[in-house]
């Protein structure tokens, strides 16, 4: 649904107001920022990204917008690759506390900090990186000209969070407390939903295919004379 779509099903919930557009909008953008991910790591918002940027001195890799956490980072060296290991920066700087006066050699560790993987030692050159991350879900455009009333959200399955969410903050802004009540439930009921939901979906898609190709390889055999026992 749209972010339009979804406004006026909030207000829907708050019979029927308009004069809250803008703070629901603030609402829903504050659910996708701060809730979903630290209740469940949804499939939806991870995603490889490869040839990232690297900073100033080679002392890290530029991250893009909107990241919530790096779950692998690799490092390409021709045709081999192999894992960056990302620690806290409290570890690291335990460790290697004036990287700058460190010889420069291929990454070992990292941590993030202000858009960037810090990489310990700084890096001897600007290898190819791969890294895998998980970004905050956010209103989109599906067409480069939409609208932001247009926008949707990036990662499926959060709609009725977000409404449930965005009814539970207007409600208290009202004072209205009893229904502030019913509606948190709502949207901690929808949440752990969508986080089962999510859980049950297939990791690969042709998982299933692949599991009925070998059974049907498994009832056959006797059809063949040369085979005389279930492989």
Not at 32 to 51: N, P, R, W
Not at 56 to 61: A, H, K, P, R, T
Request: charged share 30%; hydrophobic share 35%.
């Amino acid at each position: 649904m749209t972010r339009e779509e979804l406004r006026t099903l909030v207000e829907a919930n708050l019979s029927n107001r308009s004069d809250l557009d803008d703070a629901i909008d603030d609402w829903m953008d504050t659910c996708l920022k701060e809730e979903i991910l630290q209740a469940h790591l949804f499939s939806g918002t991870i995603s490889e990204v490869g040839d990232a940027e690297w900073g100033d001195d080679n002392s890290g890799i530029v991250l893009p917008d909107n990241v919530f956490k790096v779950l692998e980072a690799r490092i390409i060296n021709g045709s081999s690759s192999y894992k960056l290991y990302v620690k806290t920066k409290r570890w690291v700087v335990a460790r290697w506390p004036n990287p700058e006066s460190d010889p420069v050699g291929k990454p070992v560790y990292g941590y993030v900090e202000g858009g960037v993987l810090v990489v310990t030692p700084w890096s001897d050159a600007e290898y190819d990186t791969k890294l895998t991350i998980s970004s905050y879900p956010a209103f989109v455009a599906v067409e480069e000209e939409d609208d932001e009333d247009d926008y949707v959200i990036s990662c499926l399955g959060l709609d009725t969070v977000v409404v449930n969410y965005a009814t539970w903050k207007a409600m208290l802004s009202l004072e209205k407390f009893q229904s502030a009540t019913f509606w948190q439930a709502e949207f901690e009921r929808s949440l752990a939903k969508a986080a089962r939901a999510d859980k049950r979906a297939p990791g690969v898609e042709l998982k299933m295919g692949d599991g009925m190709e070998e059974k049907r390889l498994r009832s056959d055999y006797y059809l063949d004379p040369f085979q005389k026992e279930n492989p």
